[in-house]
């Protein structure tokens, strides 16, 4: 059994066709353990943290990509964010007002009337955000829509989530190339379509035990195959203390006055990773102060 948590790209050369593999047992793990998640929604989160693994390998540049789908069903949002160097946290919110469903995994049914964004956010750069209705129960499905809506880019996703463990494959097409410059055109429709039935043969227990370069023997031997190096994908959340009481001040001014009064701290905790805080009213109180007079200051 494969347990390492990684990504790893590979290229089909002769059919100009990308691809990336990823597999996650201990950071899925991890983000389980965080929340009290039933099997659908515990199933559903490593599905998401996947496709999360997978589309940060699109990423040219330092800056993260989120996957969020929101609705007003039993499950109110599911979201899973990955940086560039495969830094991966997730979450779930569920409705306490609503049945559970017991084992029904349909992304549709459980969110109700509901959208999928995802967002790009370079560290330096404008934000690009991408919106999808849901129209589909599958959360590859409703991904592969996403592509063929906004980037107009032809995208296979294939998840696995079982025992603890989930990971998935991206099959995508190159951009057009310059033939004269040396390199070859756009995959013909026979090469694509042959890639992604092949793909589709690729079982849980393979993708989840067997090593990419096994996994890319078994569906592609007849094909010239380019594997790079692997990276290691792990579980990271960059709350702070200063992130916690910057979120405090946020709020409107009565707002916060009114859970400061009678208090001497504020007590919080970290939805991602459960990391409690407490936030001295007096830190708080004289941060705000510093606020208003830096403003003042401006006029």
Request: glycine residues 6%; hydrophobic residues 35%.
């Amino acid at each position: 059994m494969v347990t390492k948590d990684i990504s790893q790209r590979f290229i089909l050369e002769k059919s100009n066709i990308r691809g990336e593999l990823t597999r996650l047992q201990k950071s899925y793990q991890q983000v389980i353990s965080n929340g009290d998640y039933s099997p659908v929604i515990e199933h559903l989160l490593g599905e998401l943290m996947a496709a999360a693994v997978l589309l940060s390998s699109t990423l040219k540049f330092k800056g993260q990509l989120s996957i969020q789908a929101s609705g007003n069903g039993y499950l109110k949002m599911i979201m899973a964010e990955c940086r560039n160097d495969k830094k991966i946290k997730a979450i779930a919110k569920v409705s306490s007002s609503l049945p559970a469903p017991e084992t029904s995994t349909n992304l549709k049914q459980l969110l109700g009337n509901g959208q999928l964004v995802i967002t790009i956010q370079p560290d330096k750069g404008e934000r690009y955000q991408g919106i999808v209705p849901l129209e589909s129960g599958s959360l590859s499905k409703c991904i592969e829509n996403y592509f063929k809506r906004s980037e107009q880019v032809p995208t296979r996703l294939f998840l696995f989530c079982q025992n603890g463990r989930t990971g998935g494959m991206l099959l995508q097409t190159l951009p057009t190339q310059n033939h004269a410059a040396g390199f070859v055109e756009d995959p013909v429709a026979d090469n694509w379509n042959r890639a992604c039935l092949l793909a589709e043969t690729l079982t849980n227990e393979e993708l989840l035990a067997m090593s990419c370069e096994r996994i890319l023997h078994r569906l592609y031997n007849g094909d010239d195959v380019r594997l790079f190096d692997e990276k290691k994908v792990e579980f990271h959340c960059h709350c702070s203390l200063e992130r916690v009481q910057q979120a405090f001040l946020s709020l409107p001014h009565d707002e916060l006055q009114k859970l400061l009064n009678g208090h001497g701290a504020l007590s919080a905790h970290c939805e991602f990773c459960n990391t409690p805080y407490e936030i001295e009213k007096k830190d708080l109180e004289n941060k705000a102060s510093f606020a208003t007079a830096k403003i003042s200051a401006l006029h």
